[in-house]
């Protein structure tokens, strides 16, 4: 029985993590199910909102079952690295994937979190670590993606002190993009998602694959890498009917917004 549901609105896949009773603590299963949908996404679908049902976005990884299957180190390292295959698909994919936050967004949840491209949160929502307090660590990609975000000395920090992070700390730190009202989230996660879904593919797969590769490599790497992407993207044919809407004065202006 599917743990994710997946519903196709148009050009944009709703992933919903379906445990709520759990928290929607990610099991060996549900890795999987992501795993095989950014693997291959139905034809048309152009992005993507991962949300949850329930009051919270994800507890993390599912401990009980990690308990009950008494894995050994090379087993839980191979678990950790179907993880980090399931997240560098939605990160590095060609589909921008945007997350609906709310509630507990804590250990694996912030991690599958950081692999999301834009983060929309309720005020409800607040980060956690706290793998320091229950002799446990980070292994779904926190110490690549989260580091990042939101530093390495706060991640440690995070992790030593077991400290929370409201939503306005979590905005504060990068870890969110957009605070909306309560009840809000879907909705607005939604249209930023099918706002996204009428970009360019190619410009789409440049944007999500090549900043954060960027990131990874030397200045001369990095400036040259972007060179290359942007030769392949500015003499990209389909883009004239695009450039003629902005000459014709039609393209939408760019307005200051809060």
Not at 64 to 69: D, G, K, R, S, V
Not at 147 to 165: C, F, G, K, N
Request: charged share 25%; aromatic share 6%.
């Amino acid at each position: 029985m599917a743990k994710i549901d997946i519903d196709i609105r148009g050009k944009v896949a709703v992933l919903t993590l379906n445990r709520p009773d759990r928290r929607n603590a990610l099991d060996e299963a549900m890795i999987g199910e992501i795993d095989r949908f950014f693997d291959a996404p139905p034809a048309g679908v152009k992005a993507a909102v991962l949300r949850t049902s329930g009051a919270h976005f994800c507890a993390g990884l599912d401990l009980q079952e990690h308990y009950e299957l008494n894995r050994g180190p090379v087993e839980f390292m191979r678990m950790c690295q179907k993880w980090h295959k399931a997240f560098d698909k939605m990160q590095f994919g060609s589909i921008p994937v945007i997350a609906a936050m709310k509630g507990a967004v804590v250990g694996g949840g912030l991690e599958i979190a950081a692999a999301t491209h834009v983060r929309v949160a309720e005020p409800s929502t607040f980060f956690a670590l706290p793998e320091g307090q229950r002799g446990v660590f980070t292994g779904g990609g926190a110490t690549v993606r989260v580091a990042r975000i939101i530093t390495p000395a706060r991640m440690i920090d995070l992790m030593i002190s077991a400290r929370t992070y409201d939503v306005q700390r979590g905005f504060d730190t990068g870890l969110v993009h957009e605070i909306v009202a309560e009840g809000d989230v879907d909705a607005r996660a939604m249209a930023i998602a099918e706002a996204a879904a009428e970009h360019y593919d190619l410009t789409n797969f440049a944007i999500l694959t090549g900043i954060s590769r960027i990131n990874d490599m030397s200045t001369t790497d990095g400036l040259f890498a972007e060179s290359l992407l942007a030769g392949m993207i500015m003499t990209n044919p389909d883009l004239r009917p695009s450039l003629e809407t902005f000459f014709a004065k039609k393209a939408p202006r760019l307005e200051p917004k809060s």
